[in-house]
């Protein structure tokens, strides 16, 4: 069964880059036409996604959220990342990873705050 695991700091100060790992287990982040995803969810707003890596390492991003947002991936330990620069408060969410369809992680709190 495949597993989603966030981590990462719980709180970032404005201007900061907020970074995430997300750890994968019961499945490769290589396994071929896999895809995996971050997206978050702010208080009041729907689910927003961020984007994606491919099981080839490529990616994708919302076009919202491109000059600011990076994902990479490191196979050795099957985990993969995002990097969200200049973070605003409102950048604070509920921040996701996730397996293209319907594998979640539970989440992980991130407020933007001096």
């Known amino acids: 069964q495949v597993q989603l695991q966030e981590s990462g700091p719980g709180l970032v100060k404005p201007s900061q880059t907020l970074s995430l790992t997300c750890t994968v287990s019961g499945d490769s982040i290589t396994t071929t036409y896999s895809t995996w995803s971050w997206a978050r969810q702010s208080p009041g707003k729907g689910l927003e996604w961020m984007g994606v890596i491919t099981y080839d390492g490529s990616t994708y991003y919302s076009p919202s959220l491109k000059s600011r947002t990076s994902i990479s991936r490191d196979t050795s330990k099957n985990q993969f990342s995002l990097q969200l620069s200049s973070v605003t408060p409102e950048d604070t969410a509920v921040y996701y990873c996730?397996?293209?369809?319907?594998?979640w992680g539970q989440g992980t709190q991130v407020t933007v705050s001096p």
């Open positions: 996730a397996k293209w369809a319907g594998y």
